[in-house]
C-alpha cells in the first residue's frame, strides 16, 4: 500500500472535512489523503451554530446547521486558498434530511458567497453520483482500520479515565497509542487482520497498567443519532458532564454502526453483490469480536459484539424500522440496561423525524420490558433548546434510583 508523504502537501488541493467522530476521524483522516488531496479535519467551533443558522433554514435538523456552520467558518477563516480547496461531506442517505445535506450545503455555500467550491460526497444510496468521491481499495482498508483502532481506543479511554489514580495518565496513553497508529496509517503498515488483532492486544494491556481507584462510578450508557453520539458538538459536550459528575460515560462503538448498516441496507437487497457483502459481514464481525475479548480480557466494560446483541435484544425491540440509526439506537439502550448500566442517556436532533418516531418509540417499550434492569432518559437538542434543561435532564438520570 502506497505511504503517505505529508511534505508533498502544498501541491494538493485542501479538503475540508466538519468534526463528527470525535475519537475516530484523527485517524480517518488518512484514508482520504491521496495524490489530489490533503484532508483537514474542521476543528473550529466558536459561533458555528450562529453561521449555520445564517445560511441554513432553522428546520434542517442539528447537525446539517452545525456541519454548515464549520465549513462556512473554515472558508471565512482566511486559513485556506479557496481555489485551492474542495468540501468532503459524508450521508448515509436515507429517508431523512440527511439525504438533502449536499444540496442544504450547497445552498448555504451560495447564500456565503463561496459557490464556487466543489463539494464532494461520500454515501452507498447513489446520491449525486457525478460529486461522490470515488474511493480505492487503499482508501477503503485505511478507514475501515481506523474505525476499530478509533472503537477501542474510544471504549478503552472512557474506562479509565474516570478511575485512574493519576491524573492525565488515560490521555497520555490515548496519545501514545493515536500517534502510533497514524504513524501505521500513513506509512500502510500493519493492516491486515493478523496485525490488528494483534493491536488490540497491545493496546488493552497498555490501558491496563493504569492504576485505578477501587470504587468504581456509575456508568452512563450514551446512545442516540449517530453524530449527537459521537460529536462533543452535537452532544453539548455530555460525555464530559458525566465525567465531572463522577460518572464513567460509555460511548458504544462506530463498528456497531457499520454492522447495522450492512445489515439493514446491503444485506436485504437483491444483488448480484449481496453474497460477497455477507461475507465481509462475517469477517468484520469476527474482527469486533476479537477486539471486544480484548478489552473484556482485562476487565473492561463495553457491550457484547453486533451478532450477539442483535439476538439477545430481540425479545425486547421491533426490527422492523431500519432508517436511520433505526432499531439500532433500541438495541444499544436494551443492552446496555441488560449488561447492568442501569441509565441509559440518549440524544437526538429535535429535528430529526427518524429519532423522533423510532427512537422515542422504543424507549418506554423496553423500560417496560426490563421493568427494574435500569432508566432510560432522552432530550432533543436543538438551536433553540435551553442547556440548562438539557443539564438539568442528564442530571436527574444521574441521581435516580
Not at 242 to 270: I, P, S
Not at 282 to 288: M, T
Amino acid at each position: 500500500m502506497y505511504k503517505i508523504d505529508e511534505s508533498k502537501d502544498r501541491e494538493k488541493y485542501i479538503l475540508l472535512i466538519p468534526a463528527m467522530l470525535d475519537y475516530h476521524f484523527p485517524l480517518m483522516k488518512y484514508a482520504f489523503y491521496s495524490k489530489n488531496y490533503h484532508p483537514v479535519i474542521i476543528d473550529l467551533e466558536d459561533n458555528v451554530e450562529n453561521i449555520g443558522l445564517k445560511y441554513v433554514n432553522n428546520d434542517m435538523c442539528y447537525p446539517a446547521i452545525m456541519n454548515v456552520g464549520q465549513i462556512i467558518a473554515a472558508l471565512q477563516s482566511g486559513k485556506y486558498d479557496l481555489k485551492r480547496t474542495r468540501v468532503l461531506m459524508a450521508t448515509a442517505g436515507d429517508a431523512c434530511r440527511g439525504s438533502n445535506y449536499i444540496g442544504t450545503l450547497k445552498r448555504g455555500l451560495k447564500k456565503a458567497g463561496f459557490e464556487d467550491v466543489p463539494v464532494l460526497n461520500i454515501n452507498v444510496q447513489g446520491i449525486a453520483k457525478e460529486e461522490t468521491m470515488k474511493v480505492d481499495i487503499g482508501m477503503a482498508i485505511r478507514a475501515l482500520v481506523s474505525v476499530y483502532y478509533g472503537d477501542i481506543l474510544m471504549i478503552l479511554y472512557n474506562n479509565v479515565l474516570p478511575n485512574a489514580k493519576n491524573a492525565g495518565e488515560a490521555r497520555v496513553k490515548y496519545d501514545y497509542w493515536m500517534d502510533i497508529l497514524a504513524t501505521d496509517l500513513k506509512e500502510g503498515r500493519h493492516l491486515s487482520v493478523r496485525w490488528m488483532k494483534k493491536r488490540f492486544k497491545q493496546i488493552s494491556d497498555d490501558f491496563a497498567t493504569i492504576e485505578q481507584n477501587p470504587d468504581k462510578k456509575q456508568i452512563v450508557g450514551i446512545a442516540g443519532e449517530i453524530y449527537m453520539k459521537y460529536c462533543h458538538l452535537g452532544n453539548w459536550d455530555l460525555e464530559k458532564y458525566l465525567q465531572d459528575n463522577n460518572c464513567q460515560a460509555h460511548t458504544n462503538g462506530v463498528t456497531w454502526y457499520m454492522l447495522y448498516y450492512m445489515d439493514t441496507h446491503l444485506l436485504n437487497k437483491k444483488s448480484i453483490i449481496t453474497p460477497f457483502c455477507r461475507i465481509a459481514q462475517r469477517i468484520l464481525a469476527n474482527i469486533q469480536k476479537k477486539m471486544i475479548d480484548e478489552i473484556r480480557r482485562n476487565g473492561f466494560f463495553t457491550l457484547d459484539d453486533f451478532m450477539t446483541l442483535k439476538e439477545k435484544v430481540r425479545p425486547y425491540i421491533s426490527m422492523n424500522y431500519a432508517m436511520g440509526d433505526g432499531w439500532l439506537v433500541g438495541m444499544e439502550c436494551a443492552g446496555y440496561l441488560l449488561s447492568d448500566c442501569r441509565k441509559v442517556m440518549s440524544v437526538q436532533s429535535f429535528c430529526c423525524m427518524v429519532m423522533q418516531t423510532c427512537g422515542k418509540g422504543m424507549y418506554s417499550v423496553i423500560e417496560r420490558r426490563l421493568s427494574g434492569k435500569g432508566h432510560i432518559a432522552n432530550a432533543d437538542i436543538d438551536t433553540s433548546g435551553s442547556r440548562m434543561n438539557y443539564y438539568n435532564r442528564v442530571h436527574l438520570l444521574i441521581h435516580q434510583n
